[in-house]
């Protein structure tokens, strides 16, 4: 991953030479945490952004446009919502990982009536989102401080049942490696309905994407790989839908998602049914 982390910068670095100076970041507030500092700056080019540790344009957790525009800068949150085309209509929904609330924000609005648990671990970033990125709670939206793995297991004990769970604890470099492996999916799959669906942002290319589809491919029969400069897995509870059924979605929902900068035409060009990995690869495990 170290080495994954330095190739995106020598890029972003060979880009800016190329592009002429990037506008200076301006620190607008520092969140103290007992994980890391969570900082929060404007780029200059229009984008309000969150980072971990330091305001590191490589490594942005969040990001908005400071006009106020709902759209959504990053790929990687236009193919959580593409979510929509495999579950049109979630009323319980789960996210782990809150970063500036992007995602809670955009379906509590497009899903007036589902309600939606947040599971964030730090309650610091919840305290930025709050204060900086517009996010806001309410009776259907809630945020619970604790680990993702804990709150699912708990869940699962209590007899809870979501639609849609979207797991996004993600960093440049680094998902919980709790939060990956074949126990932590069977939970996660045990907490969903029937035809309920699982996705996960991680890494377009990383050292354990083999093993992560595979682990994914031991616990969901089907799923749908979708890759840009992150990747989306995107798991059911059941089979797939067919194509009939994704243009169905697609009609429902091509209209409301347009102000967030979602083009689901587009987004369905990287439905790729299926995940593939070479024979023997082994899958992630709790022990190793």
């Not at 492996?181 to 669906?197: D, K, M, W, Y």
């Not at 093993?211 to 059911?236: C, Q």
């Amino acid at each position: 991953m170290k080495e994954l982390r330095a190739l995106r910068r020598a890029a972003a670095l060979l880009l800016a030479l190329a592009c002429g100076p990037a506008p200076a970041a301006q620190v607008l507030h520092t969140e103290r945490s007992e994980y890391a500092p969570v900082v929060v700056y404007d780029t200059g080019d229009g984008q309000r952004c969150l980072s971990f540790g330091q305001a590191d344009t490589d490594a942005r957790q969040t990001c908005i446009y400071v006009d106020g525009s709902p759209r959504m800068p990053f790929t990687y949150t236009r193919m959580m919502m593409s979510t929509l085309l495999v579950q049109p209509e979630p009323s319980r929904i789960l996210i782990i990982g809150l970063g500036g609330g992007t995602l809670p924000k955009a379906l509590g609005e497009v899903l007036p009536a589902a309600e939606i648990d947040v599971v964030e671990i730090d309650p610091a970033v919840d305290r930025v989102a709050r204060a900086w990125f517009g996010f806001r709670v309410s009776e259907r939206v809630r945020v619970h401080h604790e680990d993702g793995r804990a709150f699912v297991e708990r869940r699962v004990r209590e007899g809870g049942r979501y639609d849609l769970i979207l797991i996004d604890a993600f960093d440049a470099d680094y998902i919980p490696r709790h939060l990956t492996t074949l126990e932590f999916l069977q939970q996660v799959r045990a907490l969903l309905s029937p035809q309920g669906v699982a996705a996960a942002n991680t890494f377009s290319n990383s050292d354990f994407y083999d093993r992560e589809s595979a682990t994914y491919a031991g616990v969901f029969e089907s799923a749908f790989n979708l890759r840009a400069n992150n990747r989306v897995i995107i798991a059911v509870n059941g089979p797939l839908p067919d194509d009939a059924a994704l243009a169905r979605n697609e009609a429902r929902w091509a209209k409301p998602l347009e102000r967030y900068g979602v083009d689901l035409e587009r987004e369905r060009e990287r439905f790729q049914r299926g995940l593939t990995f070479p024979e023997g690869t082994q899958v992630l495990r709790d022990g190793g």
